[in-house]
């Protein structure tokens, strides 16, 4: 089977396969569906709607279909009030297009890195879906409905992003590497740095693994001011964005060789909170 077609426990829609293969594989008709029944909980505002506390967890998208229809009960391709959508995060967005995608034919993938477009950090931490169009991969932010469109500047195409708008977690790594980019200018918020860029390097690399939680996403609980990455991590690094560069590995259920030590590392222990 071609990689990143084949739906993994993250990605599989269980019972409701046949409702997302009902958006069809058309990329605009899903992500529309998609916008009309998932709403940022960071964005409520922008919506008219007061801002309220949700829950920053990332559902495997059986589960988070499940949480949409708890709301509402109609076919997925209704667009719901933004009241009755489901609160979650960007890696929601980027999941739920991933297993339309792939539930379609389509080859898709998640991934996590870096946007340009989202305030906060000038590099602001993110995830996207890419999906494989005429050849090659497109960048998709399917959270960008004309709201957040307007509320964020963004004048670019998000079913096909240029590539100044969001850098994949290894191309800011050699960026910053290559001191073509600043370290604080990469993060989340306040929390910025070199760390926060291995942080993502490391969650990229999973993801593109089809592993798309890790223990890397308690980066919150990171030292208030992490010091920078000794050597062996810089080298560590430098290995792992060179391994994802070349050509983006092949989920390890199709690969020979494990995943290699490089993603074994682990956040360090817990100081104070980040976020």
């Known amino acids: 089977m071609q990689p990143w077609i084949r739906q993994t426990a993250y990605t599989d829609p269980g019972r409701h396969g046949p409702a997302l293969q009902a958006l069809g594989a058309d990329l605009?008709?899903?992500?529309?569906?998609?916008?009309?029944?998932?709403?940022?909980?960071?964005?409520?505002?922008?919506?008219?709607?007061?801002?309220?506390?949700?829950?920053?967890?990332?559902?495997?998208?059986?589960?988070?279909?499940d949480a949409v229809l708890r709301l509402d009960e109609r076919p997925l391709g209704i667009g719901r009030a933004p009241d009755r959508r489901s609160p979650g995060t960007c890696r929601d967005y980027a999941l739920l297009l991933c297993s339309a995608m792939r539930a379609s034919g389509r080859a898709a993938r998640v991934r996590c890195g870096f946007a340009a477009y989202l305030g906060g950090a000038p590099w602001e931490d993110h995830w996207i879906c890419e999906v494989q169009a005429a050849g090659r991969w497109r960048r998709v932010d399917a959270q960008l409905d004309e709201v957040l469109q307007a509320a964020f500047g963004v004048?670019?195409?998000?079913?096909?992003?240029?590539?100044?708008?969001?850098?994949?977690?290894?191309?800011?790594?050699?960026?910053?590497?290559?001191?073509?980019?600043?370290?604080?200018?990469?993060?989340?918020?306040?929390?910025?740095?070199?760390?926060?860029?291995?942080?993502?390097?490391?969650?990229?690399?999973?993801?593109?693994?089809?592993?798309?939680?890790?223990?890397w996403d308690g980066w919150r609980i990171a030292a208030a001011d992490p010091p920078a990455p000794e050597a062996e991590i810089l080298a560590r690094g430098d290995r792992l964005a060179s391994s994802v560069g070349a050509g983006c590995p092949e989920p390890w259920w199709l690969a020979d060789?494990?995943?290699?030590?490089?993603?074994s590392w682990t956040p360090a222990p817990a100081s104070k909170p980040i976020g």
């Not at 505002?45 to 988070?64: C, I, K, N």
């Not at 590539?163 to 306040?190: C, I, K």
Request: charged share 25%.
């Open 155 to 215: 004048a670019f195409d998000p079913l096909d992003m240029p590539p100044a708008a969001f850098l994949t977690a290894d191309e800011a790594w050699r960026l910053l590497r290559s001191a073509r980019l600043d370290a604080r200018d990469l993060g989340h918020g306040e929390a910025r740095g070199a760390w926060f860029a291995c942080v993502n390097l490391v969650r990229d690399r999973l993801a593109l693994e089809d592993r798309v939680t890790s223990a």
């Open 257 to 263: 060789a494990d995943t290699p030590e490089e993603t």
């Open 28 to 65: 605009a008709q899903a992500v529309r569906a998609i916008q009309g029944v998932l709403i940022h909980g960071e964005a409520m505002e922008a919506y008219g709607l007061p801002r309220a506390g949700f829950s920053r967890d990332t559902l495997p998208v059986a589960a988070r279909i």
